[in-house]
């Protein structure tokens, strides 16, 4: 077995992700847990961290690379952001150091875009966006993270020249749980997942998207007038969110740019259905891949042997 | 002082309001409470009326008009639907009479839109609609009801065409309660509103409706980029869904229809702001008179004299 040669740690807001690297870059352990930051702040980052590293029998020596919301103002060691627009290299600085432990522990930077009209941040996306395309990539792509706050990344030529967030997952969230469509959509979980709502929606609201409070809305006239599963009624909430967030997001994408998808799960199984909807190409990345290599990339970088 | 000749009552899903009604069409009387129908469906409607007509000392013969979700499913007794396209005047017929009362209580039905693709339901703002446009109204309209679900009906030459509901009011609650934008707008209530911020998101959504969900979302980037106020974050909260609503109902008007803003108080101001910045002409009616007209029409209609 290869020695280990770094720790890589994804931080999320409720969620932990940690491996145990090689020197030829084999995951060797992996730790999961919802110690994201919301919880580490009350208990501790240090000791979540000394916890996952006692388990897995980490050498005491080893240098550990962090990126996500540890890094966050709320977070362990605040480790600002790096101004777009910005070259995807320069991710690979900035990381700041979390003083007074025994280990190299070094916290990535996010990014920021500090446009008046078009403010917007983000933390721990830019090292999946890292590990996605490589500090070398060519020509215009516009490169998709879907989640609570899905990010839309505008690379050229290795530079980022912008992005933008839409809260699409926590608006979807909230919409579920708190509004008159929770009613609607009661019991979807129970059923299997309707397709042609979900691709009919996302088509609805792409071509006509300043009816998207009113297309959310027939999620429950639809359930009252025509008596549409909740399967039915989730999808057109969710259809209608996403296909509002591509409509936005493809703006701002010049002719010729190319869209990479990077997602997991049931996500990336939503995204590709609604871009495949649209008559959208696009190339698909495993987003615990993307990060993972993303953190090894850094590791190189700051203890390169 | 005239004698009464009936009571007037808009029953909401969280509010109560009635009117004692004079043969000359004063109003004699009135009545507001929370009693609306989520609390009055536990208390008993038919309590809850007793109890202010008897606060009021309405003689025992005077028959009641009811409108809203008095007649909903989860109501009183069920009113049902008028489907459109209808002439307005048909709001007036199909009220449907609460049994086993001493009086002769009338509930008036809602405005249903059957159609597969865009469905709507509306209950209670059709009354305020008669009462905003009287029974005869020529040319083409778009009567804009700001609210929880804002509505805006389409009538041209007294014909209800169609109609649309925009869950803004929700959603501008639910954004602001229970997302992260929670953390911006914490605190607008104790500083002075934001007119500039209000028009600047307004305009920004109307000229790209696509972008919505990330223009709600700049209104956390900003908080954290350039510290904008608590007031600044809610006015481009509300100043994206209002615009949104507004360029999502504008795409189902012809050429040459004419607005009609039907609202009261802040909700009122507001949306005058917003037509104002788009140079939107409009006349506004005060929402409060038009149920009120709107439900004398009915009970003039009903009962005769």
């Known amino acids: 077995m290869t020695n280990p040669a770094y720790v890589a740690v994804d931080w999320g807001t409720s969620s932990f992700r940690l491996w145990l690297i090689g020197r030829d ?20 980052f240090s000791a979540v961290l000394a916890g996952h ?48 432990e025994s280990r190299d522990i070094r916290i990535l930077p996010g990014l920021a875009q500090r446009d008046i009209a078009r403010p917007d941040v983000m933390r721990g996306e830019e090292t999946q966006l890292l590990g996605a395309l490589g500090r070398a990539s060519s020509g215009a792509q516009a490169v998709c993270m879907p989640g609570t706050h899905s990010k839309w990344v505008h690379v050229t030529d290795s530079k980022v020249t912008g992005f933008s967030t839409f809260m699409t997952g926590e608006l979807f969230d909230v919409i579920s749980k708190h509004t008159i469509l929770s009613h609607a959509v009661t019991g979807a979980e ?70 990479t998808l990077v997602a997991s799960g049931r996500l990336q199984a939503l995204y590709e259905q609604a871009f495949r909807t649209l008559s959208l190409a696009f190339t698909a990345i495993d987003a615990d891949a993307a990060v993972r290599r993303g953190l090894s990339a850094a590791a190189e970088a700051i203890w390169p042997n």
Request: glycine letters at 12%; proline letters at 5%.
């Open 25 to 44: 870059g084999t995951v060797l352990a992996e730790r999961r847990s919802g110690e994201g930051m919301t919880s580490a702040a009350k208990t501790g």
């Open 53 to 100: 590293l006692t388990a897995i029998e980490a050498p005491e020596n080893l240098p550990v690379i962090v990126c996500g919301m540890a890094g966050a103002r709320q977070g362990w060691v605040e480790a600002g952001y790096i101004d777009v627009p910005a070259p995807l290299a320069s991710i690979l600085t900035g990381a700041v150091s979390v003083p007074g």
């Open 190 to 259: 129970e059923q299997p997942a309707d397709a042609a709502a979900f691709e009919a929606a996302v088509s609805a609201v792409f071509a006509r998207p300043a009816l998207a409070s009113n297309l959310l809305f027939a999620a429950r006239s639809g359930q009252l007038l025509h008596g549409i599963s909740a399967a039915a009624a989730q999808a057109r909430l969710s259809g209608t969110l996403i296909g509002l967030e591509i409509a936005g997001a493809l703006q701002d994408a010049a002719n010729g740019t190319t869209i």
